[in-house]
């Protein structure tokens, strides 16, 4: 079983709408979550960066942690063709800040 | 600034050819990394600085040896690659610290090796 579960998509959704991307992971020593974003033949960037249960919201995203159901949720509101992209969730545990566990990524598209 | 640049962004090679892959960061962070990312896949850990001294190896083959210069400064020495080794290469930087270890990407570079 993968540490991290992320759902590959395709995720195709029209312009405008509410989009929900999640992760669940099974090492309960996992504490730190961050969401990035990946443009084809590109770097991921940081999008949000969460640490206790709860919700974090930044502009038109919301990222959302569930420890106690080892659930991560990220939620893009009026969703723009410019978020297509693969959304990758990651998360640091608590024994050792170097290593980062990638979900495999969810490819995000916004049909205008 | 939280840039993470990266050098160079393509790159091909033939299998007898000796490359390297340059990563420059100036946020002051005490931590590198390089990664490898091939289509579709998410990054996958290869190399860790901390502190300019190399603490993860993932059991990475040695055509692919690392160097970190200085705080600012990671580079990966690339000797005798083969064809699947053509991939995203990707650098990235943390500040090292409980709860800020966040890290920040760089573009990459595209490795094709022929």
């Known amino acids: 079983q993968k540490e991290v579960e992320q759902d590959p998509g395709p995720l195709s959704v029209p312009e405008g709408a509410i989009v929900s991307l999640n992760c669940t992971y099974s090492?309960?020593?996992?504490?730190?979550f961050m969401w990035y974003r990946q443009y084809s033949r590109k770097g991921p960037e940081l999008l949000m960066y969460t640490y206790s249960s709860g919700n974090k919201e930044d502009g038109r995203f919301t990222a959302q942690v569930d420890k106690s159901s080892k659930y991560i949720s990220l939620f893009i509101r009026d969703s723009q063709p410019s978020d297509s992209a693969t959304y990758l969730c990651?998360?640091?545990?608590?024994?050792?800040?170097?290593?980062?566990?990638f979900g495999s990524g969810t490819k995000l598209n916004v049909k205008p | 600034d939280t840039e993470v640049t990266q050098t160079p962004k393509h790159l091909v090679m033939g299998m007898t050819n000796k490359k390297s892959l340059k990563c420059e960061q100036h946020?002051?962070?005490?931590?590198m990394y390089w990664y490898k990312q091939k289509a579709k896949k998410p990054p996958e850990l290869m190399f860790v600085y901390s502190y300019e001294k190399l603490s993860i190896n993932e059991s990475v083959p040695s055509r692919f040896s690392p160097e970190c210069p200085n705080s600012s400064l990671l580079n990966l020495h690339l000797h005798a690659l083969q064809p699947e080794d053509s991939a995203l290469y990707l650098c990235?930087?943390?500040?090292?610290?409980?709860?800020?270890?966040?890290?920040?990407f760089g573009p990459g570079t595209r490795l094709t090796v022929l």
């Open positions: 990651a998360m640091i545990s608590r024994d050792n800040f170097n290593k980062f566990y």
């Open positions: 946020m002051g962070h005490r931590a």
């Open positions: 990235a930087s943390s500040q090292m610290g409980a709860g800020t270890d966040t890290q920040y």
């Open positions: 090492n309960s020593a996992f504490q730190y």
